[in-house]
Nanobody, 126 residues
């Protein structure tokens, strides 16, 4: 069973930065798509950033220009660099992956993804 393990969450003040990591137990995720999602208390899970094996990346409007998704294929690790954090970014952040094909217009849709990590908490204080 393929596994995804997130790390790097924590507490930070508004305006600060955090870098999340997601370690995959298999190299096969690199041939499909991987993404970051988040769920705030009382809200549904939403797509934050995702990337496809051909290098295509996409971001939610709310994080565009502040978050950057990247991947280290050699280490089977997905990253999310988060900057200029605001209290509205407070949520549990999840890493997810799916084998191909990965339609571009579905990259930020949680239902598209089959594999999920356990999540890591990000708390931003004002």
């Amino acid at each position: 069973q393929a596994q995804l393990v997130e790390s790097g969450g924590g507490s930070v003040q508004a305006g600060g930065s955090l870098r999340l990591s997601c370690a995959a137990s298999t190299t096969s995720f690199g041939s499909g798509c991987m993404g970051w999602f988040r769920q705030a208390p009382g809200k549904g899970r939403e797509g934050v950033a995702a990337m496809r094996n051909d290098g295509l990346t996409t971001y939610a409007d709310s994080v565009q220009g502040r978050f950057t998704i990247s991947q280290d294929n050699a280490k089977n690790t997905l990253f999310l660099q988060m900057s200029s954090l605001t209290p509205e970014d407070t949520a549990i952040y999840y890493c997810a992956a799916n084998p191909p094909p990965c339609a571009a217009w579905l990259l930020l849709h949680p239902a598209k993804y089959s594999y999920w990590g356990q999540g890591t908490q990000v708390t931003v204080s004002s």
